[in-house]
């Protein structure tokens, strides 16, 4: 079990994360519409493919932004709920270095490294 100050710290550090990725993600959907408004209203065809690359790089981060957003705010859930900190798959207490390093694992080193992701 986490003690009451550790987790406290933890979970302001998921607020704090939470808000960086939800201004990264407002940023990301700016620049998007902005090469939107550039693709299809640009001339040359070098140009337009260019700014497709960047396109598709701007959407992949948003999609990697968002999802890691999703998992912020079901750690924030599992803090409200009690379950914060305890492994999704098996259960048990997942250690605190795995939570300091990434305050909204869900699983523990051991499921982490026999499932992947
Ligand atoms: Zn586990």
Same mark, same amino acid.
Not at 61 to 79: D, G, H, P, Y
């Given at each position: 079990m986490l003690?009451?100050?550790?987790?406290t710290? =933890?979970?302001?550090r #998921? %607020?704090m *994360?939470k808000?960086?990725? /939800?201004g990264?993600?407002?940023? &990301?959907?700016?620049?998007?519409r902005?090469?939107?408004?550039e693709i299809?209203?640009?001339?040359?065809d070098?140009?337009?493919a260019?700014?497709?690359?960047s396109?598709?790089? =701007?959407?992949?981060? #948003? %999609?990697? *932004?968002?999802?890691?957003l /999703?998992e912020?705010?079901?750690a &924030?859930?599992?803090v409200q709920?009690?379950s914060?900190?305890r492994c999704v798959?098996?259960?048990s207490d997942?250690q605190?270095?795995?939570?300091?390093?990434r305050?909204y694992?869900?699983?523990c080193?051991?499921?982490?490294e026999?499932?992947g992701?």
């Amino acid at each position: 079990m986490l003690k009451a100050a550790k987790l406290t710290k =933890l979970r302001q550090r #998921l %607020e704090m *994360e939470k808000e960086r990725i /939800e201004g990264h993600i407002i940023e &990301l959907e700016g620049m998007l519409r902005l090469e939107d408004r550039e693709i299809s209203s640009g001339e040359d065809d070098a140009d337009v493919a260019a700014r497709v690359v960047s396109y598709n790089g =701007l959407i992949a981060l #948003l %999609e990697s *932004e968002q999802q890691t957003l /999703e998992e912020i705010e079901q750690a &924030l859930r599992a803090v409200q709920d009690g379950s914060y900190g305890r492994c999704v798959v098996c259960g048990s207490d997942i250690q605190l270095a795995r939570l300091e390093a990434r305050p909204y694992a869900r699983r523990c080193i051991t499921c982490q490294e026999r499932q992947g992701g």
